[in-house]
């Protein structure tokens, strides 16, 4: 089973300035990775695919990089309302389909 | 607009059952692989099943294989998790999505609470 970790599980960032979380997978996924964000109380929401397209509706200000075993999601100019918990995922040789722990992105 | 709206979750006492259903509009629903997904109370999120379009696949976490059953009707575009003897550690809400491609959960519903408790 790969093993999706995130980091740090927490950052604290200003509005207006960018924030970079980190997902590191155990052993190569290629570039079958996606990013999800979660606010309180709701669903989690698709934000990128492929490692680095963005699904439909996801401003630009959302990017992803990354292949292998390193990934970045990078926020560019933190709105109110990106403050939520981020998730990466991977989808090679599943099952399983396995998430990272999470990184909880607030406002500093 | 794609819907998924899930039903049946509740309290339940170890070794008990639940059936979970997710009622899908807007979408082709035959069209899809369909999954469950749960999140433990304060915890991260954890993949529990998946099924292909037919249903003539389903996968499932090792966890809760040969006690979880998934199913789908097309006709009634409608999912379904059979959830038999429940263990405290199954206490989560259960996210239904599409699972687009069988790669990535494209969309999610609202969840419905399972608690598994004495």
């Known amino acids: 089973e790969i093993v999706m970790t995130q980091s740090p599980a927490t950052l604290s960032v200003s509005p207006g300035e960018r924030a970079t979380l980190s997902c590191r997978a155990s052993?190569?996924?290629?570039?079958?990775l996606a990013w999800y964000q979660q606010k309180p109380g709701q669903a989690p929401r698709l934000l990128i695919y492929a490692a680095s397209t963005r699904a439909t509706g996801i401003p630009a200000r959302f990017s992803g990089s990354g292949s292998g075993t390193e990934f970045t999601l990078t926020i560019g100019s933190l709105q109110s309302e990106d403050f939520a918990v981020y998730y990466c995922q991977h989808y090679i040789n599943w099952p399983p389909y396995t998430f990272g722990q999470g990184t909880k992105l607030e406002i500093k | 607009e794609v819907q998924l709206v899930e039903s049946g979750g509740g309290s339940v006492h170890p070794g008990g059952s639940l059936r979970l259903s997710c009622a899908a509009s807007g979408f082709t629903f035959s069209s899809y692989w369909m999954s469950w997904v749960r999140q433990a109370p304060g915890k991260g999120l954890e993949w529990v099943a998946n099924i292909k379009q037919d249903g003539s696949e389903k996968y499932y976490v090792d966890s809760v294989r040969g006690r979880f059953t998934i199913s789908r009707d097309s006709a009634k575009n409608s999912l379904f998790l059979q959830m038999n003897s429940l263990r405290a550690e199954d206490t989560a809400v259960y996210y239904c999505a599409i699972l687009l491609r069988a790669y990535y959960f494209d969309y999610w519903g609202h969840g419905t609470l399972v608690t598994v408790s004495s």
């Open positions: 052993q190569s996924v290629s570039s079958n």
